[in-house]
């Protein structure tokens, strides 16, 4: 017997639901808020956070690729423009690389991905393979994490400039913006995916996908635990080099 679908509100809670699994919670996370984590372990997550806001663009780019409504479109754009900057003005991958140097990271070695960890690399680039080859609307409906940013921008921007006097203040440029560009996208989101999103099984499915989302991020913080809190990077047993591959084409 076919399942009744959930009424809209009951979506909503749902999907709001998943909130718990954020990454907010995750001990490495909970570490930098507190004011627990050492200079590298912050560099690290900036550096390897990088790669990750480098490529946010080539999702949003992806699912404007698939998606055949106009409107939708159209304000799916303001996403690139975001974070790729509108023709000159800056966006948010440059306040991003501010963001390094003001935690001490020389902008260039961001440019070039050399301390992007594999594991961060494998999990982001999954993401980005399934905007491209998933329907537009559960493409869409995946970056509905952002359901939760708000409040990861607001901790950093509470907590940071109280444990870490070393960080120049104007790097955190880039969590200010992202408070309203964020509501602004979970607003657009969440219309698609309760107005798309109308059986009890298509329901089940995005919830699978928000859930997919979720473990990406869970599991570039687990990558940056390995290395940076438990001094277990890759190949730590054989090398004290960075050995991984740098993001050569394969």
């Known amino acids: 017997m076919t399942k009744s679908a959930l009424t809209t509100e009951q979506f909503e809670r749902a999907l709001r639901a998943k909130g718990t699994y954020y990454h907010i919670h995750h001990p490495y996370h909970v570490a930098m808020y507190e004011g627990r984590a050492t200079r590298e372990q912050i560099q690290g997550w900036v550096a390897n956070r990088f790669y990750y806001q480098v490529n946010i663009p080539a999702k949003d780019a992806a699912i404007l690729a698939n998606c055949p409504d106009r409107e939708v479109r159209r304000l799916w754009i303001q996403r690139l423009l975001d974070h790729d900057g509108a023709p000159g003005e800056d966006g948010g991958i440059e306040a991003w690389l501010h963001l390094g140097k003001a935690v001490g990271l020389d902008p260039d070695q ?8 594999p594991g961060v690399r494998f999990a982001v680039d999954a993401y980005v393979n399934f905007a491209r080859r998933a329907n537009w609307h559960e493409a869409a409906s995946s970056s509905l994490t952002e359901l939760f940013a708000p409040q990861i921008h ?85 090398t004290d080099k960075r050995a991984w591959h740098k993001g050569i084409a394969l």
């Open 110 to 117: 961001l440019r070039a991905q050399e301390l992007v960890l």
């Open 154 to 238: 607001q901790s950093r921007l509470d907590t940071w400039p109280q444990h870490y006097p070393w960080i120049d203040p104007r790097g955190y440029e880039y969590f200010r913006s992202r408070l309203s560009q964020a509501r602004r996208d979970v607003e657009h989101g969440l219309q698609i995916t309760l107005q798309h999103y109308t059986t009890f099984e298509s329901q089940q499915r995005m919830l699978e996908i928000l859930q997919f989302k979720l473990d990406i991020l869970w599991t570039m913080l687990d990558a940056m635990s390995m290395a940076y809190e438990l001094g277990r990077p890759p190949y730590h047993t054989v």
